[in-house]
């Protein structure tokens, strides 16, 4: 399983102490006692109750290690009892989750097609995760993601990925860690490149699939909304329900931000923010801040609200150009600056950036800005109000995968287990239809 493949320090070294009475101890015991390495004598004597509690804290690098001890320790992840206790009490990872995209026609990540082609082997689509609390890079595998998909959007510890093909859209949901996938039913109206939002909760999953109406073989149009809902208590919404769109909504195809029971995306010519409203089925029109001025915004959840992070221009030479984050209030229709890059950082990133523009993802208290066309990035942290440049993925531009291509994210919570898609089994045929 070719999930995480980058080294970690050992384990912290613990020291027990002894009373002065063990000082006539031999030699050989004394060393053992003042080990700096975990006694086996002790630690292993611990309840099996602890160790999996323990175990169940382990960030997905090293429990994924761990399972390579022994073998109850590897059957883990099959484990109902252990899975259970993981949920309640493993931390949160606000991690990220990127993939390599070129065109919006070309969304979909192989590793190395064209040998993959010439030898009749399988083509392996790859995702990077990036940890933004060490700034470690892993390689995640989506095998069993088959041709004709991109990723749109991730939830919960689940990646959606929508069909390529114009039409009807197919939906699956892939849990990389634990290499499952599950299916959706399909869309009811015919889409090119819909904008895809995804919420997962541990007993529900929303997904509002919106615009790229095909009103023919060879126009699309911004349409209509389609809503899917599913949770534990029993009530289905598959796709039935259906909401207009703004008029003369120009919104970018992808993926959507999920704040507070609405979904987010940016709206074009001119900027404005477009909110949906999953409970009352109705879209409502956000104007941006300085939305003459804007260039490359984007916006991103973090900490339950949502921000809207983009470079500011001005050709008043008294307003010196910027990248600045607003933060929407509770009303839903203010923005207030929160944040401003400094501007002994700005010169250098937009010397880097070049005008290219960039893309922006949030995730908890971080966000992550990727510059377009360049390996660079920076994370800033909201709370702490740092800033620091982000480490190029070792895998990207030519890496193993043997494919360049820039990097675009999504908010990624690496979980072990996703009990709601236990729901989906209920709705749909087998994944294996996709592989015929």
């Known amino acids: 399983m070719d999930v995480f493949n980058t080294s970690l320090p050992l384990p912290f070294s613990y020291t027990f102490t002894t009373s002065s009475s063990s000082s006539i101890a031999t030699t050989t015991s004394s060393n053992a006692i003042y080990s700096p390495w975990m006694d086996s004598r002790i630690w292993s004597k611990l309840p099996q109750r602890l160790l999996d509690r323990v175990i169940a804290f382990l960030p997905p690098p090293a429990f994924f290690r761990a399972r390579c001890v022994c073998k109850r320790w590897y059957t883990l992840l099959f484990s109902n009892t252990f899975l259970e206790l993981y949920m309640q009490i493993s931390p949160h990872c606000r991690w990220f989750l990127f993939f390599k995209h070129k065109t919006l026609k070309s969304y979909i990540y192989r590793n190395n097609t064209t040998r993959a082609a010439n030898d009749n082997r399988p083509n392996i689509c790859h995702g990077y995760l990036l940890d933004p609390y060490d700034l470690t890079w892993y390689r995640l595998s989506f095998s069993l993601v088959p041709s004709g998909f991109y990723p749109t959007s991730s939830s919960g510890g689940l990646v959606c990925w929508v069909s390529e093909e114009a039409g009807s859209k197919s939906l699956i949901l892939c849990n990389p860690l634990v290499g499952s996938v599950s299916q959706l039913p399909p869309t009811l109206r015919p889409r090119l490149f819909p904008s895809v939002g995804l919420t997962v909760t541990p007993t529900s999953i929303d997904v509002a699939v919106a615009g790229d109406d095909l009103i023919s073989p060879y126009a699309v149009k911004n349409l209509s909304t389609e809503s899917f809902h599913i949770d534990a208590g029993g009530f289905y919404s598959l796709w039935g329900t259906t909401a207009s769109m703004p ?48 260039r490359s915004p ?71 800005i990727m510059i377009r066309g360049s390996e660079r990035g920076l994370l800033f942290d909201i709370c702490r109000k740092r800033w620091q440049w982000i480490p190029p993925c070792p895998y990207n531009n030519g890496g193993s995968d043997g494919e360049e291509g820039e990097l675009h994210g999504f908010a990624y919570e690496p979980r072990l287990a996703t009990p709601v898609t236990a729901l989906l089994d209920q709705l749909t045929l087998p994944f294996q239809s996709f592989a015929g």
Do not use: H
Not at 250 to 263: A, H, I, Q, R, T
């Open 247 to 294: 008029r003369l909504c120009s919104l970018e195809s992808g993926g959507m931000v999920y704040v507070d029971g609405k979904f987010y995306c940016m709206n074009y010519s001119p900027f404005s923010v477009l909110s949906y409203d999953m409970a009352a089925n109705n879209w409502l029109k956000i104007q941006a801040p300085m939305r003459r001025f804007l």
């Open 298 to 368: 984007s916006l991103v959840e973090s900490k339950g609200k949502l921000i809207l992070v983009a470079a500011v221009e001005k050709s008043k030479l008294n307003v010196p150009r910027s990248l600045r984050l607003w933060g929407l209030q509770a009303c839903g229709a203010t923005w207030v600056e929160i944040e401003r890059m400094p501007q002994q950082l700005y010169i250098p990133f937009a010397e880097e950036e070049r005008g290219n523009g960039f893309d922006c993802v949030g995730n908890g208290e971080l966000i992550v």
